[in-house]
């Protein structure tokens, strides 16, 4: 497809378990976001890649959450021992290396913790 | 702190009225950005602008860069139902890396 796509697009689980998220960015673009999101807020930062590599991963809350991008394009947040405070929608965007870092996202994926 | 301040936070107007939302900043960008979010979907990219300055018009909306680089605004003119939706300006800082700088978003209500 075209645009940056994210699966899956709800996903519900139980306090404790893990979870994966999976982003698939715009073809060409190195820059690769992830971001959480609460209801009615902006995006809030988790961590960057350029290509393979996290470049930025300070906002990641704690130790629990980690990501990975072993190709340099689908990239896997994954986040351990959930907690009900990790429910939110978990963005994803993607850019090219130049320019004025336009980000474009993808829809999002619903994480609910019960 | 709050590095890139919205305002307002909520606004419910009615159709045909005008409307300014506000993203004020004590530091330099180097570019910024306005996105508009739908429920259920991801920001989705309006105009960047990076000029000191800079003004942007797309249809009714118009987006100006303050000439220090520290604030934007976006003027809707004859707001519509259809503009309806989270508003968010988002920045590069300037010297700083590429990270950008969120506002918390401004949630417009346009009633017919």
């Known amino acids: 497809g075209a645009g940056v796509s994210q699966t899956p697009s709800n996903k519900v689980t139980e306090k404790g378990k893990y979870v994966e998220l999976r982003c698939d960015p715009i073809?060409?673009?190195?820059?690769l976001y992830w971001y959480r999101q609460s209801l009615g807020q902006g995006p809030e930062f988790l961590i960057y890649?350029?290509?393979?590599?996290?470049?930025?991963d300070s906002g990641l809350p704690n130790d629990r959450f980690f990501a990975v991008r072993p190709e340099g394009s689908v990239s896997t947040l994954k986040i351990q021992r959930t907690e009900r405070g990790d429910s939110a929608v978990y963005l994803c965007?993607?850019?090219?290396?130049?320019?004025?870092?336009?980000?474009?996202f993808g829809p999002g994926t619903r994480l609910t913790v019960l | 702190t709050q590095l890139l301040e919205q305002s307002p936070q909520f606004l419910s107007i009615q159709e045909g009225e005008n409307l300014t939302v506000y993203c004020n900043s004590s530091?330099?960008?180097?570019?910024l950005q306005w996105y508009r979010q739908e429920p259920g979907e991801g920001p989705v990219l309006l105009v960047t602008?990076?000029?000191g300055g800079e003004v942007k018009k797309l249809k009714r909306l118009t987006f100006q860069f303050g000439d220090a680089r520290k604030d934007s605004s976006l003027h809707i003119t004859a707001a519509q139902p259809g503009d309806t939706g989270l508003y968010l300006c988002?920045?590069?800082?300037?010297?700083?890396?590429?990270?950008?700088?969120w506002g918390l978003g401004t949630s417009l209500a346009v009633n017919p």
């Open positions: 530091s330099v960008f180097s570019s």
């Open positions: 890649f350029q290509g393979t590599g996290a470049a930025d």
């Open positions: 073809s060409g673009h190195t820059a």
């Open positions: 602008v990076v000029t």
């Open positions: 965007a993607s850019s090219l290396a130049q320019g004025a870092f336009e980000q474009f």
């Open positions: 988002a920045g590069v800082r300037a010297g700083n890396n590429r990270k950008l700088i």
